[in-house]
C-alpha cells in the first residue's frame, strides 16, 4: 500500500466539522474551493464511519465513480451502476442509481453526497428510499445552478474558498486578460488569437459537444492542436485527450460540461472562456479545473474572458481578480457584477444555458444523435414543427425529463436551434426503441378488447439531469412572446 500524504489542515477542520454536524443529526454540507481536496476529504470519513455501519457515496456521473475508487484504495468498497452492482461496506454510485441500491440494502448508515450541488427530483426522491441514519454533502458550489440553497441539506458546516485556499497555498493565484475594446468583439478569433500566443496546456469552453468538436478541429488547423472532450465519448478516449494534454501533444482541450467536476489536471494553466458562462456553478467549477497546485505553474494561471466588461465597468487588473473571487466564492449577484454592462441578457442567457446543459445530458443519457445545426441563433419554423410532432413520445423519455420536455415543447419558439436539434434527436431515439414494444402490445390490447394506444412498457431508465428553474422557463416564454429580443447564450 503508497502512503497517503498528510491532510491538509482545512480537510481536517472539513471532516472536524462534518462530524460535529453528524452528532447533532444535522444533514451537513462542506463547501470546499474546487481542487482543495474534497474526494480525499470524502475517503477519510468513510474510513471513519465503515467501523459503524455502511457507508453509501453518491456522485453525479459515472466518471467520477472510478476517481472516487482510486481514492478509497484499499478500503474494502464496491461501485453500483448499470450492470455494476457490487454490495460491500462502502459503495459508490451514481445519484442516479441510488434507487436500485435503496431496493438491495436496508441498512446505510451514512450516505455521503458528492458533487452536492447537482440537487434534482431524482436525488431527492433516492435520499429518501435509501433512508440512511446519517447523511451530509461535499461540494464546492453548495447551490443549484440558479444560486438557490440546496433543500437537501440543513446546513453548510464549513467553508473553505477560493480567497482563503488561494492564500494558503492550496489553489494557484491567477490573472485575469479580457476585452476592453468598443462594441462586440469577434468572440472566436479573439479567443484564437489569445491560444496562438499560449503554450498551455488548457482549456477552452464550448457551446456543446458539436460546438466542441468543430472549434478543436479548426484551431487545430490554424496552429492550436486542440482535441474535443465531452460527455458523448468513451472512458478510454476521454482518457486518451487527457493523457495527450498532460504528455505535451496538445495545447487545448475544448469541452462542453464534462470537465466541469471532478476532473484532476494538475498542470493545466490556461483556461479561454469563448463559450460564455454565467451560471454561478458552471462557472466555478470550470475555473477550478485550472487553479490546482503543480510544480510547473511558476507564473500566475491566466483566465481569459471575451464576455466580461469588467474594464469598461470601472475595474482594474486586480479588482477584475477580485471579481472572479466573488464569484467562485459565492458572493450574492458577483456574476452581474463581473459581466455589468450585459445584466440585461444574463437571465435570458441563463435560461438558454441551463436549457441547453439538460438537452445535452438527455441525448447522451437516450443515446441519440443530433443534426448538427448552427450554435447561435433561435429554432426554425420547421424544426419546431417536427419538435411539437414528437410531443407523443415525451411519455418515454426517463421519468426525470418528461416534465421539462413538455414546459420546452411549450416554449419552442424562445429556444434556440441547438436545444430543440437535441429535443427532436432524443425523441425519435425513444421513438424508434420502442416502436416493436407498441406495436406487440397494441396487437396484444386489441385482442383484449382493450383501447389502443394507451401507455407501454417500454421506458428508459432514469437518470439524474441538470435542473431547468422555473425562472429559466419564464425567461424563455417572454423570449417566444418577444421574437425581435437579442439572442444570447450562456453555457
Given at each position: 500500500m503508497t502512503a497517503l500524504p498528510p491532510l491538509w489542515p482545512h480537510q481536517l477542520a472539513a471532516i472536524d466539522a462534518i462530524r460535529e454536524a453528524l452528532t447533532r443529526k444535522a444533514r451537513p454540507i462542506a463547501a470546499m474551493a474546487t481542487g482543495t481536496g474534497k474526494t480525499r476529504t470524502q475517503r477519510e470519513i468513510a474510513a471513519k464511519a465503515v467501523t459503524r455501519g455502511r457507508v453509501v457515496i453518491a456522485t453525479s456521473r459515472k466518471s467520477l465513480i472510478h476517481d472516487i475508487s482510486a481514492a478509497l484504495g484499499d478500503l474494502d468498497h464496491g461501485v453500483w451502476y448499470g450492470e455494476k452492482k457490487q454490495i460491500a461496506p462502502i459503495i459508490v454510485s451514481t445519484h442516479a442509481s441510488l434507487g436500485t441500491l435503496a431496493k438491495a440494502i436496508d441498512d446505510t448508515y451514512l450516505l455521503l453526497v458528492d458533487e452536492a450541488h447537482n440537487q434534482g427530483e431524482c436525488l431527492v426522491e433516492a435520499i429518501e428510499a435509501l433512508h440512511p441514519q446519517h447523511m451530509a454533502g461535499v461540494t464546492g458550489t453548495p447551490y443549484t445552478g440558479s444560486g438557490v440553497p440546496?433543500?437537501?441539506?440543513?446546513?453548510?458546516?464549513?467553508?473553505?474558498?477560493?480567497?482563503?485556499?488561494?492564500?494558503?497555498?492550496?489553489?494557484?493565484?491567477?490573472?485575469?486578460?479580457?476585452?476592453?475594446?468598443?462594441?462586440?468583439?469577434?468572440?472566436?478569433?479573439?479567443?484564437?488569437?489569445?491560444?496562438?500566443?499560449?503554450?498551455?496546456?488548457?482549456?477552452?469552453?464550448?457551446?456543446?459537444?458539436?460546438?466542441?468538436?468543430?472549434?478543436?478541429?479548426?484551431?487545430?488547423?490554424?496552429?492550436?492542436?486542440?482535441?474535443?472532450?465531452?460527455?458523448?465519448?468513451?472512458?478510454?478516449?476521454?482518457?486518451?485527450?487527457?493523457?495527450?494534454?498532460?504528455?505535451?501533444?496538445?495545447?487545448?482541450?475544448?469541452?462542453?460540461?464534462?470537465?466541469?467536476?471532478?476532473?484532476?489536471?494538475?498542470?493545466?494553466?490556461?483556461?479561454?472562456?469563448?463559450?460564455?458562462?454565467?451560471?454561478?456553478?458552471?462557472?466555478?467549477?470550470?475555473?477550478?479545473?485550472?487553479?490546482?497546485?503543480?510544480?510547473?505553474?511558476?507564473?500566475?494561471?491566466?483566465?481569459?474572458?471575451?464576455?466580461?466588461?469588467?474594464?469598461?465597468?470601472?475595474?482594474?487588473?486586480?479588482?477584475?481578480?477580485?471579481?472572479?473571487?466573488?464569484?467562485?466564492?459565492?458572493?450574492?449577484?458577483?456574476?452581474?457584477?463581473?459581466?455589468?454592462?450585459?445584466?440585461?441578457?444574463?437571465?435570458?442567457?441563463?435560461?438558454?444555458?441551463?436549457?441547453?446543459?439538460?438537452?445535452?445530458?438527455?441525448?447522451?443519457?437516450?443515446?441519440?444523435?443530433?443534426?448538427?445545426?448552427?450554435?447561435?441563433?433561435?429554432?426554425?419554423?420547421?424544426?419546431r414543427k417536427r419538435l411539437r410532432n414528437g410531443y407523443g413520445m415525451v411519455r418515454y423519455l426517463p421519468k426525470s425529463a418528461r416534465e421539462t420536455v413538455y414546459l420546452l415543447i411549450e416554449v419552442a419558439e424562445g429556444l434556440t436551434?441547438?436545444?430543440?436539434?437535441?429535443?427532436?434527436?432524443?425523441?425519435?431515439?425513444?421513438?424508434?426503441?420502442?416502436?416493436?414494444?407498441?406495436?406487440?402490445?397494441s396487437k396484444g390490447a386489441r385482442k383484449a378488447g382493450r383501447v389502443h394506444g394507451a401507455p407501454v412498457p417500454y421506458r428508459v431508465a432514469d437518470v439524474v439531469l441538470p435542473v431547468v428553474s422555473a425562472e429559466a422557463i419564464e425567461r424563455l416564454r417572454e423570449r417566444k412572446e418577444q421574437p425581435a429580443m437579442t439572442f444570447r447564450r450562456a453555457v
Open positions: 440546496l433543500s437537501a441539506f440543513s446546513e453548510v458546516c464549513f467553508r473553505f474558498p477560493a480567497r482563503e485556499a488561494i492564500a494558503a497555498g492550496v489553489l494557484a493565484p491567477f490573472a485575469v486578460d479580457y476585452w476592453s475594446g468598443d462594441g462586440e468583439p469577434d468572440t472566436d478569433a479573439l479567443c484564437l488569437s489569445w491560444a496562438l500566443a499560449q503554450h498551455g496546456p488548457g482549456l477552452v469552453t464550448a457551446a456543446g459537444i458539436l460546438d466542441a468538436e468543430d472549434l478543436a478541429t479548426r484551431w487545430t488547423r490554424a496552429g492550436v492542436p486542440t482535441l474535443a472532450v465531452h460527455s458523448g465519448q468513451g472512458r478510454k478516449q476521454q482518457n486518451a485527450a487527457k493523457a495527450w494534454v498532460l504528455g505535451g501533444g496538445l495545447r487545448l482541450l475544448a469541452y462542453d460540461s464534462l470537465l466541469n467536476e471532478g476532473v484532476d489536471i494538475p498542470p493545466l494553466r490556461l483556461l479561454i472562456r469563448r463559450a460564455m458562462q454565467s451560471s454561478p456553478v458552471v462557472l466555478t467549477q470550470g475555473v477550478g479545473r485550472v487553479l490546482r497546485i503543480h510544480p510547473s505553474k511558476t507564473e500566475a494561471v491566466r483566465i481569459y474572458d471575451p464576455h466580461a466588461r469588467i474594464a469598461q465597468g470601472g475595474m482594474d487588473a486586480a479588482e477584475a481578480v477580485g471579481a472572479y473571487l466573488d464569484v467562485l466564492d459565492g458572493v450574492p449577484d458577483a456574476v452581474s457584477r463581473l459581466y455589468v454592462p450585459k445584466i440585461a441578457v444574463l437571465a435570458e442567457a441563463t435560461a438558454v444555458s441551463e436549457v441547453e446543459a439538460f438537452v445535452a445530458a438527455l441525448v447522451v443519457a437516450v443515446g441519440a444523435t443530433p443534426e448538427p445545426v448552427r450554435i447561435d441563433g433561435f429554432a426554425s419554423p420547421d424544426q436551434g441547438l436545444a430543440v436539434a437535441g429535443l427532436i434527436a432524443a425523441l425519435a431515439k425513444v421513438d424508434a426503441a420502442s416502436r416493436v414494444s407498441r406495436m406487440s402490445w
